[in-house]
């Protein structure tokens, strides 16, 4: 499409549309873009995405790589920076016309959306969803009126009622669903902004311990050789060496200093791996270490592995093979991770309410039974072949029956009590594994000995 034909077709829509280049070079754009900004059309032509928005150029540069190499549209999110100096947040929604070829660059169009007017938007259709409910209670009190008149009437009343009840489960799926991913956006561009923050000060601080160390140690070198030079100290200064203990100082400053070094090393490691589980990358489709998002999935939710009042500690047992990079969307491989992981811990926990855990004496018990009857989640990788790798996790817990067990991955099901779990983890779990990956998502149990999850994905699914 060239930029005379956006600009016939665009003239006709109300939505604003841009036409950038792979580069961000505006190639056109339509009335309503202009009026949003708060300018003229003439003044738009041939300026760069760039000036028009909040982000920086590396972010703009990277969402219209993904736009360029996606062939599906990508959501995203850009700040306007409108004529009057206001900003306004918009949700773009991407997809590319003429993909990059040696020839010519990319041809993107980009159609912005006003987050209020969007939020209303879903707003109005919760007004809708909740009139259908109502619109379903009518037609199931009327069924009951004419069952009496009509029995034929009645079968296809009842028929159209449940193709509507389907339709209604259909749509408070939907709405569920877009809520999480709502919820899991948020939570990732939080933690990602956490994590560049606190990166910063660290890194300044972790930089300067090794500069802070060494003037501290040819100070004390200094101190040293005056002492030697100087036997006789004035009364006043061997005051002060006794009243802050010289010696000692000079021993323990090392480990002091040696203590913030590991200090600041652990929290960069807590940085490292927020920023690995937020993966705001969602959209792209790349090779990653699946050991690292394990790995920062567990940092995650290491508070909750730790020993309490209650319960011992979780231990946590890692069993992981040579694995190559897979190809994948990492952050939702995180997010079934993240479910699987949770509620193997709520199972762990459950118990320790009970005072199953407490029961065991570590005085009485020896090491090889202390390990079998203490809380513990293992973790194990394995190649399968050159195509396929396979990830179990499994817990010491209760286990699972098989009634519970066959509706696992169903929609809105779950045996936790209300407000403590939607129903919705492992369902949108194997969504992601089964219909995002071409993969596997299986569940084993025996009563009383425990559940294992395991999940198979293909290496690469190009």
Sequence with gaps: MTPEQFLELARVLPEPLLLVSGEGQLLATNQPVADMLGLRRQELRGRMLFELVTESNNDVVKYLQACSSSREMVIGSLTLRKNDGQNLICRSQGAVIQPWSAESSALILLRLENRVVASSNFVLLNEKIDELAKEVQRRKQAEEALKKANQELEVRVEERTTDLQETLNELQLTQTQLIQAEKMSSLGQMVAGIAHEINNPVSFIYGNLHHAHKYTQDLLTLVQIYQQICPNIPPEVQAKVEEIDLDFLIQDITKLFESMKVGTERIQEIVKSLRNFSRLDEAEFKQVNIHEGIDSTLMILEHRLQARHEYPEIKVIKKYSQLPNVTCYPGQLNQVFMNILTNAIDALELLANNGHWSAVNPQTTDNEQLADNNPKIQIKTELIDQKWIEVTIADNGLGINEQVRSK?????????????????????????????????????????????FVIKIPVSSV
């Design 408 to 452: 696992l991955f169903d929609p809105f099901f779950t045996t936790k009590s209300v407000g403590k779990g939607s129903g919705l983890g492992l369902y949108i779990s194997y969504q992601i594994i089964v219909e995002k990956h071409n993969g596997q998502l299986s569940c084993f149990s025996v009563p009383g000995k425990g559940a294992e």
